[in-house]
């Protein structure tokens, strides 16, 4: 089992920044793969980015790559989203997420475990 806490969402004008924090506990934060999904009103849970337990597998979907930068401290048992020039269609509740396959990575079904969510907004 392990608790996903999401942080650090809000509003943010077209082209600024804002960095995603999970916060995970109650089990191997290492021994997972972890994800960041985005939910936007009236549409599907979308893969975002992911991120292999060293951090030496990382993803993107083609929406976010160039803007969006994933990392992960195991020590701190944290996984970040950096987002930079951001554009109102990034508006969404983005969620991480933890699996421990990832036979289907962008597949919202393939993972475990899921946070509440955090708000992103981007105004124009």
């Known amino acids: 089992q392990v608790q996903l806490v999401e942080s650090g969402g809000g509003l943010v004008q077209a082209g600024g920044s804002l960095r995603l924090s999970c916060a995970a506990s109650?089990?191997?934060?290492?021994?997972?793969?972890m994800a960041w999904f985005r939910q936007a009103p009236g549409k599907e849970r979308e893969f975002v980015s992911g991120?292999?337990?060293?951090?030496?597998?990382?993803y993107y979907a083609d929406s976010v790559k160039g803007r969006f930068t994933i990392s992960r401290d195991n020590a701190k048992n944290t996984v970040y989203l950096q987002m930079n020039t951001l554009k109102p269609d990034d508006t969404a509740v983005y969620y991480c997420a933890a699996t421990t396959q990832t036979s289907i990575m962008a597949a919202p079904t393939t993972y475990d475990y899921w946070g509440q969510g955090t708000q992103v907004t981007v105004s124009s």
């Open positions: 991120i292999n337990w060293s951090g030496g597998r990382i």
């Open positions: 109650g089990s191997t934060f290492s021994s997972y793969f």
